[in-house]
């Protein structure tokens, strides 16, 4: 079973940039996509960003597209989400997510 734990999260100014990671404790995390989802409050959890096993491979949200990026190293087992250029409908709970798995979550507040 895979357990996830997300850091980074925090309270930034409009315009500015976070980075969350994601560590996972099973060895077998390499051979899986990760996802990373938000959940604003009264709002369903949405898709945020996927990345295939090997990295390749990644998708966004429209909402997201060309201000996040998603990456992966496997080696430190760990996902990232860099989020640039935040706005203040990007406030949410962020979580990461391997197949069943999920992190707890880390609050993201985009706020003057």
């Known amino acids: 079973q895979v357990q996830l734990v997300e850091s980074g999260g925090g309270l930034v100014q409009p315009g500015g940039s976070l980075r969350l990671s994601c560590a996972a404790s099973?060895?077998?995390?390499?051979?899986?996509?990760a996802n990373w989802y938000r959940q604003a409050p009264g709002k369903e959890r949405e898709l945020v960003a996927r990345?295939?096993?090997?990295?390749?491979?990644?998708s966004y949200a429209d909402s997201v597209r060309g201000r996040f990026t998603i990456s992966r190293d496997n080696v430190k087992k760990t996902v990232y989400l860099q989020m640039n250029s935040l706005k203040p409908e990007d406030t949410a709970v962020y979580f990461c997510n391997v197949l069943s798995a999920w992190g707890q979550g880390t609050q993201v507040t985009v706020s003057s």
């Open positions: 099973a060895f077998t995390f390499n051979y899986y996509a």
């Open positions: 990345i295939a096993s090997g990295g390749g491979g990644t």
